[in-house]
């Protein structure tokens, strides 16, 4: 099994950044694609971005193409969401999530791991 534990998220202003953390356990971390997803209120939950389980192949949801960026650092198990020029459209809860058996899944049924979550606010 895989455990995995958000954190960085915080109350932002409309055009500042945040990095999101996601500390997973377990030797096979490498195995796994993982993906970002949020939830604003009384909304589903969305598709943000995923990397595969080598780090060489990333996917963007067209909302944070070009601002947010998602990387892995395999010797410290974690995986991270960049998030420069934020908008209050990106208010929500940030779930990271992972995938053994696709190489960068988008939906929510793809992912077998999830994270508890951490909130994003971005004020405008």
């Known amino acids: 099994q895989v455990q995995l534990v958000e954190s960085g998220g915080g109350l932002v202003q409309a055009g500042g950044s945040l990095r999101l953390s996601c500390a997973a356990s377990?030797?096979?971390?490498?195995?796994?694609?993982m993906g970002w997803f949020r939830q604003a209120p009384g909304k589903e939950r969305e598709f943000v971005a995923a990397i595969s389980g080598g780090g060489t192949i990333t996917k963007y949801a067209d909302s944070v193409k070009g601002r947010f960026t998602i990387s892995r650092d395999k010797a410290k198990n974690t995986v991270y969401l960049q998030m420069n020029s934020l908008k209050p459209e990106d208010t929500g809860v940030y779930f990271c999530a992972a995938d053994l058996t696709n190489v960068v899944p988008t939906a929510t049924s793809n992912y077998n791991y999830w994270g508890q979550g951490t909130q994003v606010t971005v004020s405008s």
């Open positions: 377990g030797r096979t971390f490498s195995m796994y694609a």
